[in-house]
């Protein structure tokens, strides 16, 4: 009797565990991965998380009609990556990074597209290229304040995002870390913040936005195609460097206007996107008392501003 009530109680482990697991598996020097049945992705490991291959597939020079429709870049279809778990990844609704974990890899979570959670612990001190890129089903990031860098489309077209604080610890911000994330209505960028690269936060339904003092540089279009934008602060007295065509298409009658290269206007058209917003409109900058005069003998900054807009 008490051979058999063992054996029951094995195999109801057994069966126990392989329940628990979706899939698992190990890859680069000591990391591990599992997925548990209720779609919980833990990574575990120590140091900078292995770098994962990927391949860009371009799509020709016309709209691509394959599939999904990229509103930004629409003759790019995505990437593929060799992450270990890619198969899986539809199964994938939370993400539990282990400590110790130092780094995020190179479009590792890219395309988990009921992810909704993350938790990133106070190791990681960089978020990689395309690390979260089109995860749009992601609604909250809670960036540790050991994290120093968000690289390029390492969140882009996270449509989910609603709000979203940077903190002071960030110093770099991709090129297009957020574009396209096409809810994400509220921003806060924090003292501490020093480069802003291109794109970064293109297409965002922001209604206003303060450039911390410590930014230094802005780069080429980084609120492009923020349509709603009106409110501009900038609290630095003196100017941060800036790109071209950083507010471009706010100002100005976008499509109308012939800004928008024939190609990209029908992409942007199918893709569902208003090309007549924004028309006529302007914005309030407002920089720090005493500031204004400095920013008008910038040549880079002085065409922001008019006598008929209040600064």
Same mark, same amino acid.
């Given at each position: 009797?008490?051979?058999?009530?063992?054996?029951?109680?094995?195999?109801?482990?057994?069966?126990?565990?392989?329940?628990?697991?979706?899939?698992?598996?190990?890859?680069?020097?000591? %990391? #591990?991965?599992?997925?548990?049945?209720?779609?919980?992705?833990?990574?575990?490991?120590?140091?900078?998380?292995?770098?994962?291959?990927?391949?860009?597939?371009?799509?020709?020079?016309?709209?691509?009609?394959?599939?999904?429709?990229?509103?930004?870049?629409? $003759?790019?279809?995505?990437? !593929? !990556?060799?992450?270990?778990?890619?198969?899986?990844?539809? *199964?994938?609704?939370?993400?539990?990074?282990?400590?110790?974990?130092?780094?995020?890899?190179?479009?590792?979570?890219?395309?988990?597209?009921?992810?909704?959670?993350?938790?990133?612990?106070?190791?990681?001190?960089?978020?990689?290229?395309? *690390?979260?890129?089109?995860?749009?089903?992601?609604?909250?990031?809670? %960036?540790?304040?050991?994290?120093? #860098?968000?690289?390029?489309?390492?969140?882009? %077209?996270?449509?989910?995002?609603?709000?979203?604080?940077?903190?002071?610890?960030?110093?770099?911000?991709? $090129?297009?870390?957020?574009?396209?994330?096409?809810?994400?209505?509220?921003?806060?960028?924090?003292?501490?913040?020093?480069?802003?690269?291109?794109?970064?936060?293109?297409?965002?339904?922001?209604?206003?936005?303060?450039?911390? *003092?410590?930014?230094?540089?802005?780069?080429?279009?980084?609120?492009?195609?923020? $349509?709603?934008?009106?409110?501009?602060?900038?609290?630095?007295?003196?100017? *941060?460097?800036?790109?071209?065509?950083?507010?471009?298409?706010?100002?100005?009658?976008?499509?109308?206007?012939?800004?928008?290269?024939?190609?990209?206007?029908?992409?942007? #058209?199918?893709?569902?996107?208003?090309?007549?917003?924004?028309?006529?409109?302007?914005?309030?900058?407002?920089?720090?008392?005493?500031?204004?005069? !400095?920013?008008?003998? !910038?040549?880079?900054?002085?065409?922001?501003?008019?006598? #008929?807009?209040?600064?």
């Amino acid at each position: 009797m008490k051979k058999i009530s063992f054996l029951l109680l094995f195999c109801a482990l057994v069966f126990a565990q392989i329940r628990a697991e979706i899939a698992r598996g190990t890859w680069g020097n000591g %990391f #591990s991965w599992e997925i548990s049945n209720d779609s919980v992705l833990t990574v575990s490991g120590a140091g900078e998380m292995p770098v994962l291959s990927r391949q860009d597939l371009p799509v020709g020079e016309e709209p691509y009609t394959g599939g999904e429709i990229n509103p930004i870049y629409p $003759h790019f279809a995505g990437v !593929t !990556t060799t992450t270990p778990w890619y198969a899986h990844r539809k *199964a994938v609704k939370q993400i539990v990074l282990q400590a110790g974990i130092t780094s995020i890899a190179e479009y590792a979570f890219y395309k988990c597209k009921n992810l909704s959670g993350i938790q990133i612990p106070s190791s990681v001190t960089k978020i990689k290229e395309g *690390a979260f890129g089109d995860c749009n089903g992601l609604q909250a990031i809670m %960036f540790p304040s050991s994290v120093t #860098s968000i690289g390029d489309d390492a969140f882009n %077209f996270c449509s989910g995002l609603t709000r979203l604080t940077i903190p002071m610890s960030v110093k770099v911000i991709g $090129h297009r870390a957020f574009l396209g994330c096409s809810n994400l209505a509220n921003l806060t960028l924090a003292e501490g913040i020093e480069t802003i690269n291109s794109e970064a936060f293109r297409g965002l339904p922001l209604t206003s936005i303060t450039i911390p *003092a410590s930014v230094k540089y802005i780069g080429n279009g980084v609120f492009n195609d923020c $349509h709603a934008l009106v409110n501009i602060t900038v609290a630095g007295k003196t100017p *941060a460097g800036i790109g071209a065509d950083v507010w471009n298409y706010l100002l100005t009658a976008n499509g109308a206007s012939g800004e928008y290269p024939e190609f990209y206007r029908d992409a942007y #058209s199918e893709a569902g996107w208003d090309l007549t917003k924004g028309v006529g409109k302007t914005a309030l900058y407002v920089v720090p008392t005493g500031a204004a005069a !400095t920013y008008k003998k !910038t040549v880079e900054w002085n065409k922001f501003f008019s006598t #008929s807009a209040p600064i």
